[in-house]
């Protein structure tokens, strides 16, 4: 069983019809990788996983259809949504960020345990652990905002452009943090511009482009693609 399954969904922001048709799948233990243009449909994708736009058609996580949950449902549940942009709390400090990932967690000494293994893949946080989000650099923020989300001790991690915006030596260490989650057992679904640094994570992906998907394969046979390097990897 599929651990995510997206069946001929189309989304709506009022009377713009933002994806359209859209199917995938995500399997337990997979990185799968959604690359696109912008305007796409790869952020709305997410969106609408997590019941934050107007869908119709099914999608089903566990096998169990979450078709326009309410989101802190679907979050109690086990999706983490670390959303593009980052939107950590600026305010807050790292330590009050973190906490308000475990918004449904009641056990303190549980909290403090998955802070403590947020800082095992983020050391850099523990070292900012009093500062206020809003005065850490891109990068520190986009380590903020995930490990926020592993807070829940998420089944499926949905990253949404995780690169955007930071130099490429972060980059390179938001990469390989991700495929360390992965390793450890963490179920990804990563939307990216930067297609070359995602294929070369993911175990399969897809390509959107104005609300539909038009190509899905194994990520090494995309990367090989004509098409793909083409429009994404020039």
Do not use: W
């Not at 449909?41 to 259809?65: M, N, P, W």
């Not at 983490?80 to 942009?85: N, S």
């Not at 990804?188 to 390509?207: D, H, K, M, P």
């Amino acid at each position: 069983m599929s651990m995510l399954e997206l069946r001929d969904v189309h989304a709506y922001y009022g009377a713009i019809h933002a994806l359209r048709g859209v199917s995938l799948r995500v399997e337990p233990g997979e990185i799968v990788t959604l690359i696109g243009s912008n305007g796409a449909g790869k952020s709305t994708t997410l969106k609408a996983i997590c019941g934050q736009v107007k869908t119709e058609g099914d999608i089903r996580f566990g096998g169990r259809s979450i078709a326009s949950q309410p989101p802190h449902v679907t979050a109690r549940e086990g999706v983490a949504h670390v959303p593009e942009g980052r939107r950590i709390f600026p305010r807050l400090s790292v330590k009050e960020n973190l906490e308000m990932g475990a918004f449904s967690v009641k056990d303190k000494k549980l909290i403090q345990e998955r802070i403590e293994r947020a800082f095992d893949y983020f050391p850099r946080l523990k070292e900012r652990y009093h500062q206020a989000g809003g005065t850490m650099s891109g990068g520190e923020q986009q380590m903020l905002a995930i490990a926020r989300a592993l807070m829940m001790n998420p089944k499926l991690l949905l990253l949404d452009e995780p690169s955007m915006g930071l130099a490429p030596v972060i980059v390179e260490q938001i990469f390989a943090i991700i495929r360390d989650l992965n390793a450890a057992g963490m179920t990804i679904l990563l939307v990216e511009q930067n297609a070359f640094q995602a294929l070369q994570i993911a175990s399969r992906g897809y390509v959107i482009q104005t609300g539909r998907v038009i190509l899905e394969d194994d990520a090494k046979m995309l990367l090989a693609s004509s098409q793909v390097k083409e429009a994404y990897l020039a």
